[in-house]
């Protein structure tokens, strides 16, 4: 039997990710917090709390301790931070105020970033709602919100005290997000486990439905808890918490040259785990044939590999030289010394970037 729950282990700053009795384990711990004097409130977007109208009120939160934002990426910005912090303000939080985070990555972020900023700083809670957010987002306590310069940057390191994650909430996920969502989990098996991504190919589909879908989460959140547990800041001058950006140099790349919306963030992770092992191939790293291979999950899990409309080479190159992962000018990517083993790699030949833009579909 798998745990029930995890723990980062960040010395003083270490959490529970748990697994089991969700809900029932929310209720304990918001009674007990409001037991000891705590006050609570919540952060969640307003499709979330329409697919799922009860589920606060029953695990105990009142509906004034409730900010609901609108859906979707454009909530990540500086208005609806600034909107949520006077919310605090506005209702008197202080700094026993427990403020949790339920919805995706948007919210977690969005409201993580808002718990570190708050009164320099005060607790914060996950409790994830999308296939995206259980297995990445809502683990490590990277937080923060857009520019309109461009994705995440602004933003701090801020852990959650404990994640909750309840995979029955994605019963109302739609198809689209789910299969975005099993990028991150197939990016986990190409970087970290090998098992895992043989698992994932002889499972052939997932739907949330599945029996052996609480099982990957678990496994997906801790390789990310091993991951972040050694390189908590992204610090290490190689690998490190790096790896876990397998693909997503191309995938931030797609996301800001085609337009933000256009690609959900996994359909771009898609296409960027296929050109990151067409990358490894081509660095003469591992065998051809785990192109194949790796394009064969990606559509069992109803993942694009190639750009659905052309995007032109030169957008796509200015895009990857803002990333942040770049050192001191040059290009730095994620690739692959076998499936399941990932590497940092500086200093990549831009014409070869290109060449494999041109055969995802560029021109
Ligand atoms: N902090 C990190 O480490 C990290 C890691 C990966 C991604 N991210 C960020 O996460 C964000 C993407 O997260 P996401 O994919 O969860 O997107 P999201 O939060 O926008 O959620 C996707 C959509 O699903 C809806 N939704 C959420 N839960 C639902 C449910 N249970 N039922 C029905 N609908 C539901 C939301 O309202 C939204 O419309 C991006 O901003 C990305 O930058 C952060």
């Not at 917090?33 to 979330?48: K, P, Q």
């Not at 606060?56 to 009142?62: A, K, P, T």
């Not at 001058?237 to 931030?252: D, E, Q, V, Y």
């Amino acid at each position: 039997m798998p745990t029930e729950t995890l723990t980062v282990q960040l010395a003083e700053r270490s959490y529970p990710i748990h697994f089991s009795d969700v809900a029932e384990r929310l209720k304990v711990d918001i009674s007990n917090l409001r037991a000891s004097g705590r006050t609570v409130r919540v952060i969640s977007d307003a499709r979330v709390l329409e697919a799922h109208p009860e589920y606060l009120s029953q695990v105990g939160f009142e509906d004034d301790e409730i900010l609901s934002l609108p859906a979707g990426e454009a909530t990540k910005s500086i208005e609806f931070f600034s909107q949520a912090l006077s919310h605090l303000a506005g209702t008197a939080a202080n700094r026993d105020c427990a403020l949790f985070a339920f919805g995706g990555g948007v919210i977690g972020d969005l409201a993580g970033y808002v718990a570190a900023s708050y009164l320099r700083g005060i607790d914060f809670y996950q409790i994830p709602s999308t296939l995206l957010s259980m297995v990445d987002s809502s683990v490590g306590g990277k937080t923060g919100i857009n520019l309109p310069e461009g994705k995440n940057l602004v933003g701090a390191f801020w852990q959650p005290k404990a994640v909750y994650i309840d995979t029955a909430l994605l019963q109302t996920l739609s198809p689209r997000e789910f299969a975005a969502g099993m990028a991150e989990v197939i990016k986990y098996g190409m970087l970290a486990d090998l098992e895992l991504f043989n698992d994932l190919i002889a499972l052939k589909g997932l739907d949330v439905n599945s029996p052996e879908l609480p099982a990957i989460v678990r496994r997906c959140c801790a390789i990310k808890a091993q991951i972040v547990a050694d390189d908590e800041k992204e610090t290490a001058a190689s690998g490190g918490r790096a790896l876990l950006n397998l693909g997503h140099t191309f995938a931030h790349a797609i996301e800001n040259a085609a337009g933000y919306g256009q690609y959900l963030h996994g359909e771009a992770v898609g296409i960027g785990l296929s050109l990151a092992t067409q990358l490894s191939v081509a660095l003469e790293q591992m065998p051809a044939s785990n192109i194949a291979l790796t394009d064969k999950v990606l559509h069992q899990f109803q993942l694009p590999t190639r750009l659905n409309e052309p995007l032109k080479s030169s957008d796509l190159m200015a895009a990857m030289q803002r990333d942040k992962k770049n050192r001191r000018g040059r290009l730095r990517f994620v690739t692959m010394t076998a499936l399941g083993s990932a590497v940092t790699t500086d200093g990549i030949d831009v014409a070869l970037i290109e060449q494999l833009w041109c055969k995802a579909g560029a021109e």
